[in-house]
């Protein structure tokens, strides 16, 4: 195989790689009514003037299904960390004990569970498209070298094939993400 192709296929691979990690990320941030350390991760708390972000100032921990536990290793930090919290915009009400901070995470009605879904769907639509994108470029570069005379049909028939497969794959990734968190959201 041409060295361009591969490093074409290389970079189509990384840049549906990204899709995924991003839908990762996204989806962790819709929460489901089930208590995930992941819920805070984007708090970020003034430590002695730096923004920090949370855990780099505290242990987190999820001690049950619907409770977040945030322990600072500083107890003088206790109330930046709360405050912090309330101003994240994350819609939680933290409730501290002076040694530790308790996230309560509640159940969501059907009618937020479904509109829960619809983020998720919207999400996923757009990882879809990330993927179809890669696709698209890959396709066009192909396309490209093959008028230059850089490689031959069989050539760029070939690597179309292998990006497609690439294509599938990572949207049946996709959709296995999906399933999982609309299943995750739906699940009392």
């Known amino acids: 195989m041409n060295e361009e192709i591969q490093m074409l296929i290389d970079e189509t691979i990384e840049r549906m790689e990204h899709a995924i990690a991003h839908l990762d990320h996204e989806l962790a941030h819709i929460r489901a009514g089930k208590a995930s350390t992941r819920m805070i991760d984007g708090v970020n708390v003034d430590y002695y003037g730096a923004m920090t972000p949370l855990p780099q100032v505290a242990n987190i921990s999820t001690p049950d299904a619907r409770t ?12 930046t960390i709360e405050r912090a919290i309330i101003n994240s915009n994350l819609g939680f009400n933290p409730e501290n004990n002076g040694e530790i901070i308790r996230i309560n995470v509640p159940v969501p009605t059907e009618e937020r569970r479904r509109s829960l879904v619809k983020d998720a769907h919207k ?7 990330s993927v179809r994108s890669a696709r698209k470029d890959g396709n066009d570069f192909l396309k490209k070298m093959l008028k230059a005379k850089e490689i031959s049909e069989d050539e760029e028939k070939v690597s179309v094939e292998q990006i497609q497969e690439l294509t599938d794959s990572y949207t049946k990734k996709i959709d296995l993400m999906l399933q999982a968190k609309e299943k995750e959201i739906l699940t009392i």
């Open 123 to 129: 999400e996923s639509e757009t990882a879809k498209v």
């Open 68 to 79: 977040i536990a945030i322990q600072p290793w500083e107890k003088k930090m206790i109330h």
